[in-house]
């Protein structure tokens, strides 16, 4: 069954560092998303992007943030200048149009010390 | 602003009995998801609900929706340790064909004790 990688799967950085989490979607996939879950807490959406362009983002998703599709095949969250709270498990996830259904990557544990 | 609601947000039940997990979420939305999340996991989808009336039932699971009440189910059977998980409840809406993304409700620790 095809999946969305994602890597690394666990990630510690200092303060202030820039770090870039990386996701492969699966194949056919046009619609890309990220999401972060604060250790225990509920999932929140991040950004979708489609057609090589961000279609949504939320409030969490501000300039320190960025996506880009680089090559086709990766789809990547930066994080410019990470902080203490940016310390989260973060899932990519895809689908195709107007499928019901996204595929969640098995996510990368970013801690920031 | 769309908001999930889910409750209880902690259960804790014995083998063999029957439970039942609520979510309600604030506007009209086009589908409904529940997930579930094992510890350390990522996220499995479960069900996916997208008409009034829908029910969908998966082994000791049973999944309904009342877009009326703006309230979707989530229906433990006979429940078994294998079942101890968090369970999400996740709505979106169609922007044409594009999801704005998935809102959660802050989910329901269920622990399932022999």
């Known amino acids: 069954e095809p999946e969305v990688t994602q890597t690394p799967s666990h990630q510690v950085t200092q303060m202030g560092q820039e770090v870039i989490l990386r996701c492969v979607p699966i194949?056919?996939?046009?619609?890309f998303y990220w999401y972060r879950q604060i250790l225990g807490q509920k999932v929140e959406f991040l950004v979708s992007?489609?057609?090589?362009?961000?279609?949504?983002k939320s409030e969490i998703f501000d300039d320190q943030f960025s996506v880009e599709r680089p090559d086709g095949s990766n789809f990547t969250l930066k994080i410019r200048s990470t902080k203490l709270e940016d310390s989260a498990m973060y899932f990519c996830?895809?689908?195709?149009?107007?499928?019901?259904?996204?595929?969640f990557g098995s996510g990368t544990r970013l801690t920031v010390v | 602003e769309l908001k999930v609601e889910q409750n209880p947000l902690f259960l804790s039940m014995q083998e063999g009995k029957n439970y039942t997990i609520y979510c309600n979420y604030s506007?009209?939305?086009?589908?409904l998801y529940w997930y579930r999340q094992d510890p350390g996991k990522s996220l499995e989808s479960l069900f996916v609900?997208?008409?009034?009336?829908a029910v969908k039932q998966e082994g000791r699971l049973m999944a309904s929706l009342d877009t009326k009440a703006r309230l979707s189910t989530l229906h433990i059977t006979a429940a078994v340790h294998d079942l101890s998980a968090t369970y999400f409840c996740?709505?979106?809406?169609?922007?044409?064909?594009?999801?704005?993304?998935?809102?959660f409700g802050k989910g329901t620790h269920l622990i399932i004790q022999p």
């Open positions: 996830a895809s689908s195709i149009p107007v499928s019901t259904y996204y595929t």
């Open positions: 194949s056919n996939h046009l619609y």
């Open positions: 992007f489609y057609n090589n362009e961000i279609s949504e």
């Open positions: 506007t009209t939305s086009d589908r």
């Open positions: 609900l997208l008409s009034n009336g």
């Open positions: 996740a709505v979106d809406i169609l922007v044409w064909t594009v999801s704005d993304g998935l809102t």
